[in-house]
Every structure is written in C-alpha cells, then in structure tokens.
C-alpha cells in the first residue's frame, strides 16, 4: 500500500501529467488549423502563376519545401 506521502505525489504528477497532455491536444488542433491555412494560400497562389514557374517561385520565395506544400494543398 502507498503511503500518504506517495499517493500525494502521485496525484500531483497525475496533474501535470493532465496538463501537459491538454497542451499536447491544443497545439495539435492549433497546428492542423495552420496547415489547413497554409494549404488554401498556397492553392491560392499557385493559381496566380504561370504554367512551369510554380515549384521555382515557391522555392524562390517559401521556407516550405515542394513536398510539404503538396501536403498541405492536398485537395479536400
């Protein structure tokens, strides 16, 4: 059996363990928001550019990578 002192301390770890796991889950819902975001601009801005001068603006001018935006402009 767990003494008073343990069960206290385990309780508090069960806290932050709670907590942190809440920010895990919010940050989670926060960075899909973001990739839903950056998909539609750069949907967006691909259509604004001319046939064969897409992936040399986009690596000419994002810090994303051609693999990453196909991610995030997949259709939905």
Request: proline letters at 0%; glycine letters at 10%.
């Amino acid at each position: 059996m767990s003494s008073a002192r343990e069960r206290s301390e385990l309780q508090g770890l069960a806290t932050e363990i709670n907590s942190e796991h809440a920010a895990v889950e919010a940050s989670l819902r926060t960075g899909l928001a973001h990739a839903l975001r950056a998909g539609e601009l750069l949907i967006a801005a691909k259509s604004l550019v001319g046939h064969g001068e897409w992936l040399s603006g986009l690596a000419a001018n994002c810090a994303v990578s051609e693999r990453t935006a196909g991610l995030y402009a997949t259709d939905r």
